[in-house]
Nanobody, 116 residues
Framework: QVQLVESGGGLVQPGGSLRLSCAAF????????MSWYRQAPGAERELISG????????YYAHPVKGRFTITRDNAKKTVYLYMNNLQAEDTAVYYC?????????WGQGTQVTVSS
């Protein structure tokens, strides 16, 4: 059974940092393109970062480029999102996604709230 387990969300002040983690179970992790999405209240879910073959550049959406860093640890079957200089506009539920060909899996989401 495939499961993506997310952790690391919480409340942080503007300018602060968080590290999100997504641990994968039941899949051949190294085959999958791993991504982070987020969804703010009343907004569409948006792709913010993705990583595949580590020899290729990671993807970052423009609003987070230069502030967020995505990494993956294939031995631990875990993908991370290091979030720095967080702003109120980053407040959202953050979701982990794993995709390989027709297979597409989602985590349960973790809330990130940026507020003073």
């Amino acid at each position: 059974q495939v499961q993506l387990v997310e952790s690391g969300g919480g409340l942080v002040q503007p300018g602060g940092s968080l590290r999100l983690s997504c641990a994968a179970f039941g899949l051949a992790f190294s085959r999958y393109y791993m991504s982070w999405y987020r969804q703010a209240p009343g907004a569409e879910r948006e792709l913010i970062s993705g990583i595949g073959d580590t020899s290729n550049p990671a993807y970052y959406a423009h609003p987070v480029k230069g502030r967020f860093t995505i990494t993956r640890d294939n031995a631990k079957k875990t993908v991370y999102l290091y979030m720095n200089n967080l702003q109120a506009e980053d407040t959202a539920v953050y979701y982990c996604n794993a995709k390989w060909a027709e297979r597409d899996y989602w985590g349960q989401g973790t809330q990130v709230t940026v507020s003073s």
